[in-house]
T-cell receptor, first 114, second 112 residues
Framework: DTGVSQNPRHKITKRGQNVTFRCDPISEHNRLYWYRQTLGQGPEFLTYFQNEAQLEKSRLLSDRFSAERPKGSFSTLEIQRTEQGDSAMYLC????????????FGQGTRLTVV | GDSVTQMEGPVTLSEEAFLTINCTYTATGYPSLFWYVQYPGEGLQLLLKATKADDKGSNKGFEATYRKETTSFHLEKGSVQVSDSAVYFCALGSSNTGKLIFGQGTTLQVKP
């Protein structure tokens, strides 16, 4: 297993366009998390899934953001009508729901909205 | 709500110096505590963890003890190396959801 994989690594988009990011978690992990990290700050929680169910969403996740995890495997995070304030690093993490529950992070997708 | 506060950086040390990065938290319930590290150009990596009061997490010469009485989880290393230069994040993990709340990060620069 190569760990948590995120694609693309970098995305530059024009304001108002839609973007979609993908996360492939560690295969046996049933929990998947999305975080956002801006420069000089720690990651902030956006949402998480247990299997295919989205169990919690942060207030940071406006109605322009939507996340899915069909079949409880990979997940996508879509941002509609992007704004310059959406520019950030989007991080995905996965963990088991039982036991140590240690979250393993992907390398992130850096979004730049111009 | 739950929160984590870390000492502000950057922290600049000479090689072989002693390191302390302070971390305090506010939480309800019984969270786990973590230190993650982000090396230049790389993703977040777990450095160490502690799941209950008085537990000591350790890895690669780094240590931190879960102190419930002082709500702290300070990171220490007896002798830092240039290769330890990175950003260090203290985080609190919900025992129910596993959701992490991070501090703002502390940049460590170790000079030869």
């Amino acid at each position: 297993d190569t760990g948590v994989s995120q694609n693309p690594r970098h995305k530059i988009t024009k304001r108002g366009q839609n973007v979609t990011f993908r996360c492939d978690p560690i295969s046996e992990h049933n929990r998947l998390y999305w975080y956002r990290q801006t420069l000089g700050q720690g990651p902030e929680f956006l949402t998480y899934f247990q299997n295919e169910a989205q169990l919690e969403k942060s207030r940071l996740l406006s109605d322009r953001f939507s996340a899915e995890r069909p079949k409880g495997s990979f997940s996508t995070l879509e941002i509609q009508r992007t704004e310059q304030g959406d520019s950030a690093m989007y991080l995905c993490a996965s963990s088991l729901a039982v036991g140590p529950r240690v979250a393993f992070f992907g390398q992130g997708t850096r979004l730049t909205v111009v | 709500g739950d929160s984590v506060t870390q000492m502000e950086g950057p922290v600049t040390l000479s090689e072989e110096a002693f390191l302390t990065i302070n971390c305090t938290y506010t939480a309800t319930g019984y969270p786990s505590l973590f230190w993650y590290v982000q090396y230049p150009g790389e993703g977040l990596q777990l450095l160490l963890k502690a799941t209950k009061a008085d537990d000591k997490g350790s890895n690669k010469g780094f240590e931190a003890t879960y102190r419930k009485e002082t709500t702290s989880f300070h990171l220490e290393k007896g002798s830092v190396q240039v290769s330890d230069s990175a950003v260090y994040f203290c985080a609190l993990g919900s025992s129910n959801t596993g959701k992490l709340i991070f501090g703002q990060g502390t940049t460590l620069q170790v000079k030869p």
